[in-house]
């Protein structure tokens, strides 16, 4: 830990009292975190403070973090994650003001992320448990020397979409954006348009069950809707999704040969590049025999979107130009 931060986790007293102390209101979950004339704090998803001498400007920031925070107007000095540059989530990304400083999973260079002189790293954070280490990071033992270094901000990734938008505006400006205006009210403005939009095309396909899968060669893998974020969002847009029945966190997991378990009228099919490609599972005989497969009723499905209004109105202008062309097949 650098000598001007300190980084720790915060009871729920400690975080109203910082609240407070900040002039903050509670109200909004402690969002007026950032400069001041004692410095700059922020009070992360996994109730720990971040505090510097200073608002930090040199940011470094997981992969689907770092596409969000440029979305929001704060562009990182350094990203990691699995290939950033292939990510199709930074596709729009000015990596010649950026530096990748860790390109396999768990893997983070801290000599680069020194070099860079970062002064705030910004992940997410999915719980539970609740003490995992925020996405990026290899376990808590790495987490931990780097924390040492350079401090963490973690998000949670868990929560509703809207919830993950609201708490990068938070960070965002804390880290000294103008939210309200330019560009970023004119994303959510065109969000809440997309948004009123698929859920007049919902309430019209309501009578459609639709199912969000993942998988690898030997498992399919049935999101439960309520433990993903962008799921919970279409959801309570009226999107007819069907979850896993599963006290298992996040899936449903079990072979392809019971493909059939959810009868359903259409998927969303896991795009990440670790997920087995639809062209395969297609070629599981199972899989290729479901009636939502059969007509072609199965889309991309871009698993837990970095949290903007942007990206959100992508995929919500895709999602309902696909379901209204979908019909009944079970």
């Not at 809207?162 to 939210?179: E, H, K, M, P």
């Not at 006290?247 to 959810?262: E, H, L, M, N, P």
Request: aromatic share 8%; net charge positive; charged share 25%.
């Amino acid at each position: 830990m650098n000598e001007n931060s300190l980084e720790r986790p915060l009871t729920r007293r400690q975080v109203v009292a910082a609240c407070f102390a900040t002039g903050a209101t509670l109200l909004v979950g402690c969002d007026s975190d950032g400069q001041d004339a004692a410095g700059w704090s922020f009070v992360d998803d996994r109730k720990r403070v971040v505090r510097l001498s200073k608002r930090p400007k040199r940011i470094v920031a997981y992969t689907s973090a770092a596409a969000a925070l440029q979305h929001w107007g704060v562009t990182p000095v350094g990203v990691f994650g699995d290939a950033p540059q292939e990510d199709p989530s930074l596709a729009d990304f000015p990596w010649d003001a950026s530096e990748i400083v860790g390109s396999v999973y768990g893997e983070i260079d801290v000599a680069k992320l020194l070099t860079l002189k970062a002064e705030l790293i910004v992940s997410r954070w999915y719980p539970p448990p609740r003490n995992t280490p925020v996405f990026g990071f290899r376990d808590l033992a790495q987490q931990k020397r780097i924390v040492s270094r350079v401090p963490v901000v973690g998000l949670n990734g868990k929560q509703v979409a809207t919830s993950q938008i609201g708490r990068f505006g938070d960070l965002a400006r804390a880290l000294g954006v103008d939210i309200s205006a330019g560009r970023t009210a004119r994303a959510h403005a065109a969000f809440d348009r997309a948004a009123d939009r698929l859920s007049g095309i919902a309430r019209r396909r309501s009578d459609l069950r639709i199912l969000a899968i993942s998988g690898d060669q030997d498992t399919m893998y049935v999101a439960k809707v309520a433990d993903h974020g962008d799921l919970a969002f279409y959801a309570q847009r009226g999107v007819p999704l069907v979850s896993a029945e599963t006290s298992d966190a996040y899936w449903d997991r079990f072979g392809w040969d019971q493909a059939a378990k959810y009868p359903v009228d259409g998927i969303l099919y896991d795009s990440r590049p670790l997920a087995l490609p639809v062209g395969k599972a297609k070629a599981i005989p199972a899989f290729a025999a479901l009636p939502a497969v059969r007509a072609n009723q199965i889309i991309r499905w871009l698993v837990d979107p970095p949290p903007s209004y942007q990206t959100y109105t992508a995929t919500m202008k895709d999602l309902a130009t696909k379901i209204a062309r979908w019909r009944r097949v079970t």
